[in-house]
């Protein structure tokens, strides 16, 4: 006899974790599935399907659907159950300023600063990014793409810089992919290079714009989506209103 496919087929099962880290396996499970959009926002939760698929009970995953509330992911509604939390622009302009301020400056600070293997590990990591745009492998694009910044933050040794960072990220990933296309990819690579470009030639001024012109770039498509997507945003529909309410400080 034939079992009907769980609906959650995406969803990595466990070996066997122990008992306290069940929780943060669900936690972490979910949390990748709804930042790669395999839950897309706006999507009703089915917590016994999960505790099919995951062979759990049903308190971690309760668990973890109140930690992934607590970070914006979940909306759980008394006696309605649970939601993937549809993105907020509003949320998103207010993560990519921090972004835009901080990974510029990381930029001007690690120019002409660095470790003696920053750009050889640039460079490598360019490579990866063009083989997955030649492939238009976005997933693989995605992962590059976090570790290149990663690798700058990483060179400046600044933890607690690079630990805000981290807490803007899960939110900001969800919208980020949202964008991603061949040719977005391709946009991405070319200003990843910029960025390069100017760390190795020892001008912080240039690489330090050019990383600003990306992410600049990556919120000017952003709000163009949401506007034309406003079903997936919390307030999309303000959004289409005022397009004043979009604001965001480019240059």
Sequence with gaps: ??????????????????????????TDTLRQAIVSLDLQPGEVIDKGAICERLGVSRFPVSEALARLQAEGLVDILPQRGS???LVRIADVLEYMLIRKALE?????????????????????????????????DQNGFHERDLEFHDIIFGDMRFTKVKGVIENTRANLDRARRLILTPRRLSVTLAEHQKVLDGITAGDAAVASAAMRAHIDSVMAELIAFAVEHAELFADGQLLREDPAYSAFPFG
């Design 83 to 85: 939601t993937v939390s």
């Design 1 to 26: 006899m034939k079992t009907e496919a769980s609906p959650y087929s995406f969803l990595s099962t466990p070996a066997t974790p122990t008992r306290g880290n069940v929780t943060v396996f669900v």
């Design 104 to 136: 510029a400056e990381a930029v001007r600070v690690v120019t002409g600063n660095h470790s003696p293997e920053l750009i050889d590990t640039l460079q490598r990591n360019m490579s990866y990014q063009r083989a997955a745009v030649e492939i238009d």
